[in-house]
């Protein structure tokens, strides 16, 4: 059974129909066809040389323009001025969290004050962890 599938398709590939055979034929003897066919090549090879010296050129003006750019100092300072005011209004509207020791949104804090940024909570649960996003406390790291 393999044996006359596979003879099936042969037959399907070797025996096409006669039209089919002509114009296989013709694309492949005919002189238009082989014209046209190295006329588009040439057109595709002038568009990438074209695209090509494109891209040089911008290149070329972008270091021109490069060598006469300056940085505009006023505009900086002015940024850092803006970022420092977000960050203030940011710290106002939320508060910080500067003495407590923060990974992964979850503050570690020593004690009921929650000033413990020397480290000295106990390793075995006797600090208190507080995760930032729930404002929920748990007893133990694990717990979280």
């Known amino acids: 059974m ?6 099936l398709k042969i037959n399907l590939i070797f025996n096409k129909n006669p039209l089919q055979k002509l114009v296989e034929f ?3 003897h005919d002189k238009r066809v082989e014209l046209a066919r190295q006329r588009q090549k040439e057109r595709n090879e002038a568009i990438q040389k074209k695209v090509e010296e494109q891209r040089k050129q911008a290149i070329r003006r972008n270091l021109e323009r490069l060598e006469t ?31 407590a020791r923060t990974t992964a949104g979850v503050v570690e804090s020593g ?31 694990f717990s979280i």
């Open 69 to 99: 750019f300056e940085k505009d100092e006023e505009a900086e300072e002015k940024h850092l001025m803006d970022l420092e005011q977000i960050e203030a209004a940011l710290d106002a509207q939320f508060g910080t969290v500067n003495s």
């Open 111 to 141: 004690g009921e004050d929650g000033a413990s940024g020397d480290g000295s909570a106990d390793e075995d649960g006797g600090g208190e962890f507080r995760c930032i996003v729930c404002e929920k406390t748990f007893k133990s790291r």
């Open 2 to 7: 393999k044996f006359g599938f596979f003879n």
């Open 26 to 28: 013709v694309r492949k």
